[in-house]
């Protein structure tokens, strides 16, 4: 196990990004056709195709899952990794032709130093070329902290990233996360180091440092960062059971407890919070409804891991007044 979401059997995730405008595209690819759903609980969401993936939609399988910097203008990545697909021979099948199902979300990273021509309408997006970058990168192995998605991501206090982890839930089988950290609150208590989500890290993976001694009201204080839609956590959990469509949507729903465990606020009228859930079928089906809730609390659980394995691991941006990297403040 790589503490990764492609311990998952059936998935590669790759990524992409732009030093310049300070943003970037990752991208998670199915070996074949894979069941997905998701839920949106933030309230300002971006995303493309997602209507696709509620239970009663007639396609149930996806090709591709895209989470991108960029706001609105970052959807084009989706165009990207369809193109890549398509030489790939893959997609829904429509007549002679194939259709690849690439639902996405995006994230506001347009005001973090980076330069951004096409939002002031004078440039070409880069997403569609950084889309098909990261798909043509797809691989076990990948970047966690200022990469991808998360290359341009921020919290209230510290600069933001991508963050992954992955467990074998008590049913024996494996269940990964994915998220790109751009909260408009804090992963952190108070002005300290530590993580919201400490009760859940294994071996030390962001810093080991556990809850502090006391927390006081001052850490309680909700702490948002500037600006209306400059937030959004995009994220990602998979599991190697077979589920159904309706199944694969209760596990994102239940996933979305790791962004409150993780992140204070969570799902707050100024951000898109959404997860996506998607089972590739290479392990059995949940026995029973105990069953299903094991899976579904080991994503929880294994979500606000990544959340803060994507805090602890962010190095800062090189731009004046940039937010500082976790380990730039606390240390290694």
Not at 42 to 60: H, I, K, N, Q, S
Not at 74 to 97: C, I, N, T
Request: aromatic share 6%.
């Amino acid at each position: 196990m790589k503490n990764l979401i492609t311990d998952v059997r059936g998935l590669l995730v790759g990524q992409a990004h732009d030093a310049a405008a300070a943003t970037g595209v990752t991208v998670t690819v199915f070996d074949r056709p894979t069941i997905a759903s998701a839920a949106v609980l933030g309230g300002a969401p971006g995303t493309r195709d997602t209507a696709l993936l509620d239970p009663e939609m007639t396609v149930e399988h996806v090709d591709a899952i895209v989470l991108s910097g960029g706001s609105a203008w970052g959807l084009g990545a989706a165009d990207g990794v369809m193109r890549w697909l398509a030489k790939e021979g893959r997609g829904f099948p429509v007549g002679a032709f194939r259709v690849p199902i690439v639902p996405q979300a995006i994230l506001f990273d347009l005001m973090n130093g980076g330069e951004k021509p096409w939002a002031r309408g004078e440039d070409a997006t880069p997403y569609a070329r950084l889309g098909a970058e990261a798909a043509a990168a797809a691989s076990a192995d990948f970047m966690l902290g200022t990469a991808g998605a998360g290359f341009g991501a921020t919290t209230a206090n510290l600069k933001g990233g991508l963050g992954s982890a992955s467990a074998r839930a008590a049913t024996g089988q494996v269940v990964g996360a994915l998220v790109a950290v751009n909260a408009v609150g804090t992963a952190t208590i108070g002005d300290g180091p530590h993580f919201w989500a400490a009760p859940y890290e294994r071996d030390g993976e962001f810093g080991g440092l556990g809850w502090p001694a006391v927390i006081s009201p001052d850490d309680i204080a909700l702490r948002f960062k500037g600006g209306t839609g400059q937030n959004t956590t995009i994220a990602l959990v998979a599991t190697d059971a077979s589920l159904t469509k309706p199944q694969a949507r209760r596990l994102a729903l239940a996933a979305h407890d790791g962004l409150a465990r993780a992140l204070r606020p969570a799902h707050a009228p100024l951000d898109g919070d959404i997860v996506f859930a998607a089972a590739t079928g290479y392990s059995g089906a949940p026995s029973d409804a105990f069953a299903m809730t094991e899976l579904c609390a080991t994503a929880a659980d294994v979500l606000a891991r990544a959340v803060a394995r994507g805090i602890h691991a962010a190095t800062a941006l090189p731009f004046p007044g940039a937010r500082p990297a976790w380990q730039d403040r606390f240390g290694s």
